[in-house]
């Protein structure tokens, strides 16, 4: 039985000697992410649900407004509580009347060829000699021409 227990010690040890130097099963996890997940990321619309809420003008869309005051409102010193109502309802109109002008302006730019043509830089240099160098110049609120009185607004902005 010694000699039994002997073989079966030899055999079990080249068993584990065997296993120690056999390939090892390799079972790796993939660390890639499925293709879905990032599809279903790069493809999201977040403007879906209303696509032109994003657009130039599209506050007036919007259910804005300023508050009202009330009875527990602060109220400036040396007003009525309808006096202050009526300056921030003032207030209000006249951001919306500046939004709504901007508005208006959306769209409109000057085109670079065009004018980089218009100015003669793509033929000739004599632009260099005019007094304002091939520069559109902008129209100033006031009138630099006649300046012997200070100055002069005609009203229009």
């Known amino acids: 039985t010694t000699v039994t227990m002997k073989v079966f010690a030899v055999l079990f040890s080249f068993l584990a000697v065997a296993g120690a130097f056999a390939p090892m099963q390799t079972t790796r996890s993939s660390t890639a992410l499925s293709a879905s997940f990032w599809d279903t990321i790069f493809e999201m ?10 657009d130039y ?8 407004s300023v508050g009202k ?5 602060y109220v400036p010193d040396g ?13 209000a109109a006249k951001a919306k009347a500046n939004y709504d002008r901007n508005v208006k302006k959306a769209g409109k730019f000057l085109d670079f060829t065009e004018f980089y043509t218009k100015r003669g830089t ?3 240099s004599s ?3 005019s007094p ?26």
């Not at 003008?57 to 804005?64: V, Y």
């Not at 005051?69 to 409102?73: A, D, E, H, P, R």
């Not at 007003?79 to 207030?91: F, N, P, T």
């Open 122 to 124: 793509d033929t000739s």
């Open 127 to 129: 632009w260099f000699k």
């Open 79 to 91: 007003l009525s509580l309808a006096e202050y109502q009526k300056i921030r309802d003032g207030d």
């Open 57 to 64: 003008g599209a506050r007036n869309k919007k259910n804005l």
């Open 132 to 157: 304002t160098r091939g520069h559109t110049m902008a129209k100033t609120k006031y009138d630099f021409q006649d300046l012997k009185d200070g100055k002069a607004y005609d009203g229009s902005a």
């Open 69 to 73: 005051v009330g009875s527990g409102s």
């Open 45 to 54: 619309d977040l403007f879906e649900p209303q696509k032109d809420q994003n």
